[in-house]
């Protein structure tokens, strides 16, 4: 198992649209994912969960990857979760 922390930079927070793209690349992994925010704990796996954590800006949140090229999986959902999302992409 591998963790590390990120910290919600998104001006909306996590919300619908980040999420998708979250448990999109959660599903994709062969491991266990956990994200873990002041508010509770969630696999990466559904949308509306990761909405429920109510990850806003600011937010310090935990990811423990348990599998394959965990350490470097878990640097790229890092990555994702510092994003500065922009809907539509500009």
Known sequence: MFE?????????????R?????????SSY????LISAPSGTCD??????CIMLGMEQGTRISIQ???????AYAKKLVDLFETHFDFPPQ
Do not use: F, Q
Request: with cysteine; hydrophobic share 35%; glycine share 10%.
């Open 44 to 49: 990466l796996t559904s949308a509306l969960e």
């Open 30 to 33: 062969d491991g266990k994912i």
């Open 65 to 71: 990857v348990t599998g394959p090229d965990e350490e």
């Open 4 to 16: 590390t922390t990120a910290v919600i930079k998104n001006e909306a927070g996590i919300h619908c």
């Open 18 to 26: 980040p999420s998708a793209i979250l448990v999109k690349e959660g």
